[in-house]
């Protein structure tokens, strides 16, 4: 897909609506985030899909009754920052929320034992390979402000340098980790 065609899609997105979920999926992998719904009508969309897949779904007047899963940790993103703890569990519900005006997202890398937080974070302001930052996992896909996903996560232990990886599209778009979205933590 080219970059024009990924910019007419994320333009034809937001005049859709709002962000609310975001992922990065594969066969091999399961996926699961939980919402609270607040319009009647939602879409999925596969940026990816050469067709640009695209499904519908509406929400009942009624809840149902389910239940929004507890919580392990919370990642709050901020325009200029994460809030972030010390440590997050290797196996639990992450809530992830959009607490700034802008969108973004959240990778975690764990981070090779020979790569510092320092140089990793160099590396990522710095636009160098990210191959060299170990395994990236990507909790939450881009979401738009005010959005909360609460994601089932299984991370290996280790040192992570979490970061929001969304540049923006637009002339003198600065990217989240220019404002300061990269953070360090430890997955126990």
């Known amino acids: 897909m080219t970059a024009r065609a990924v910019e007419h899609d994320l333009d034809r997105l937001t005049k859709l609506g709002r962000l609310v979920a975001g992922a990065n999926v594969s066969a091999d992998e399961d996926y699961t985030t939980t919402i609270t719904v607040r319009a009647r009508e939602y879409v999925i969309v596969d940026v990816t899909a ?14 149902n009754g389910a239940w929004l899963p507890k919580s392990d940790a919370t990642i709050g993103m901020r325009d200029k920052g994460f809030y972030l703890p010390s440590e997050l569990p290797a196996d639990g519900v992450l809530r992830i929320a959009n607490q700034g005006d802008l969108p973004h997202q959240v990778t975690a890398f764990r981070l ?10 160099r590396l990522l302001i710095h636009g160098g390979s990210l191959e060299r930052l170990g395994t990236a996992t990507v909790l939450t896909g881009l979401v738009s402000s005010d959005t909360v996903n609460r994601v089932e996560a299984r991370l290996r ?32």
């Open 50 to 63: 050469e067709d640009r897949g695209e499904a519908r779904f509406t929400v009942a007047e009624q809840a």
């Open 112 to 121: 090779p034992a020979s790569t510092s937080y320092a140089e990793a974070r």
């Open 157 to 188: 232990r280790g040192r992570y340098l979490v970061a929001s990886l969304y540049a923006p599209l637009t002339a003198n778009g600065r990217p989240d980790v220019l404002r300061g979205l990269v953070a360090a933590t430890r997955v126990h």
